[in-house]
């Protein structure tokens, strides 16, 4: 049984940098099998979807935060993280990590955490 | 400020259907499956429909999705005050790029 488990930075200051880590237990990452998600969910409001990453390395983002977004992959840890540069207040949401098995189908999330940006 | 739209809210009193309509276009629920989502607060979002009519194991066989052209439909029959909760329509666009609905508030009277 497949568990994730996200990092908490908490608050981030605007214009710095949010970093995020995904701990994915019961499954390794490096199988070949799934893709690798993150998404977010401001207070009130809406699913966001961030990007995901392959096994390969291979990435694909949400063009509305590819020039600032980032996910990486590490194997040895069976984790993968998430950047998100120059935050601002509208970047405040819970951010899940979750796995795809295809598409925009998510069979297992994270329990998510919410990222406060102030200053 | 999604591409693919819902009703921002629906209801009905236990027992009745209801249907939660999910709006896209050519790149996204037209040419891709569409997958449906229902989120109760505080929760993560639980898997509902994929493949436009699929359900996973242990969804209970009241929910039913279909999909025609660019529209996709989430059908609750037999509504139930635990089904009060948002419900997401999602799907992929052929920019490579996954994409949730609006979003729909489904309340039981």
């Known amino acids: 049984h497949v568990q994730l488990q996200e990092s908490s930075p908490g608050l981030v200051k605007p214009s710095q940098t949010l970093s995020l880590t995904c701990n994915v237990s019961g499954a390794s990452i490096n199988n070949g099998v799934y893709y690798w998600t993150w998404i977010r969910q401001p207070a009130g409001k809406g699913l966001e979807w961030i990007g995901r990453?392959?096994?390969?390395?291979?990435?694909n983002f949400n063009p509305s935060l590819k020039s600032r977004v980032t996910i990486s992959l590490d194997a040895s840890q069976n984790q993968f993280s998430l950047t998100l540069t120059s935050v601002t207040a509208a970047d405040t949401a819970i951010y899940y990590c979750?796995?795809?098995?295809?598409?925009?189908?998510?069979?297992?999330w994270g329990r998510g955490t919410l990222v406060t940006v102030s200053s | 400020q999604s591409v693919v739209t819902q009703p921002p809210s629906a209801s009905g009193t236990p027992g009745q259907r209801v249907t939660i309509s999910c709006s896209g276009s050519?790149?996204?629920?037209?040419?891709?499956?569409v997958y449906w989502y229902q989120q109760v607060p505080g929760a993560a979002p639980k898997l509902l429909i994929y493949?436009?009519?699929r359900r996973p194991s242990g969804v209970s066989d009241r929910f039913s999705g279909s999909k025609s052209g660019t529209s996709a439909s989430l059908v609750i029959s037999g509504l139930r005050a635990e089904d009060e909760a948002d419900y997401y329509c999602a799907t992929w666009d052929d920019g490579l790029r996954g994409v949730f609905g609006t979003g729909t508030k489904v309340t039981v009277l």
């Open positions: 979750a796995r795809l098995t295809e598409w925009l189908h998510v069979d297992s």
């Open positions: 050519n790149s996204n629920v037209g040419s891709n499956f």
């Open positions: 990453i392959y096994t390969t390395g291979s990435t």
């Open positions: 493949r436009n009519d």
